[in-house]
């Protein structure tokens, strides 16, 4: 089945510096990947869409200076976040799709837990 | 835009029990529903999911209902065990564009 991976999977940072998450689709080509945030408790919020080879697609309320996202390639894309507060501190996940006719279907990365002092 | 209503919000129930979890949407052109199951610190996993044009689906204890006319589909799980307990999510997407839109999500305990 389609797997997705992402790294690291936990990260405890200070105040200001930048920390970068990679996701990766390790059996197959991701045409779009989608990064969420999820805070204790909540639902899904999705932060932006990316596409290989263009610029994310970001949600309104959403600052792309301070998430920056890196589709380079089919099955990699970066989630940066800048000048890291402790009020960005949440869980990352990001996913992987396919382009559209009957593969529909998401496949999650396990997330990652950032946490900034 | 689309919008996914989730209820119950909580649902506790006891071991072998049956589980209901509802979502509604609002935009008639979404055809793809998948569910997600999420534990604790985990990713969430597909578990069951289904298409406009089939009103129903079942995978052993899981199965999903469509009613496209009222816009509502339903997560069922029968003969509940305690590993089950988990946060579910539903979501409604449109085919080709397949950006979907989550619900609330459902916090699902189930008691030995």
């Known amino acids: 089945g389609a797997v997705v991976s992402q790294h690291p999977s936990r990260v405890i940072c200070k105040s200001g510096t930048s920390v970068k998450i990679e996701c990766r689709s390790l059996?197959?080509?991701?045409?779009?990947m989608f990064w969420y945030r999820q805070f204790p408790k909540q639902s899904l919020m999705l932060m932006a869409t990316?596409?290989?080879?263009?610029?994310?697609?970001?949600e309104q309320g959403v600052e792309k200076d301070k998430f920056l996202i890196n589709h380079a390639s089919l099955t990699l894309s970066t989630l940066t976040v800048t000048s890291a507060h402790p009020e960005d501190s949440s869980f990352y996940i990001c996913?992987?799709?396919?382009?559209?006719?009957?593969?529909?279907?998401?496949?999650f990365g396990p997330g990652t837990r950032l946490t900034v002092l | 835009g689309e919008n996914v209503e989730q209820h119950p919000s909580t649902l506790s129930v006891q071991e072998g029990d049956s589980a209901v979890i509802k979502c509604t949407y609002s935009?008639?052109?979404?055809?793809?529903f998948p569910w997600y199951k999420q534990e604790l610190g985990k990713r969430p996993q597909l578990i069951i999911d289904i298409r406009s044009n089939v009103g129903e689906k079942k995978d052993q204890r899981i199965a999903v209902t469509l009613n496209k006319t009222a816009k509502h589909f339903s997560l069922h799980i029968t003969e509940t065990q305690p590993e089950d307990s988990a946060v579910y999510f539903c979501a409604a997407s449109k085919g080709g564009s397949y950006i979907p839109t989550f619900g609330r999500g459902t916090s699902l305990i189930v008691h030995p």
């Open positions: 059996d197959f080509q991701a045409t779009t």
């Open positions: 996913s992987a799709g396919t382009s559209g006719g009957l593969s529909d279907t998401q496949y």
């Open positions: 990316s596409n290989e080879g263009s610029k994310a697609t970001y």
């Open positions: 935009d008639s052109a979404s055809n793809y």
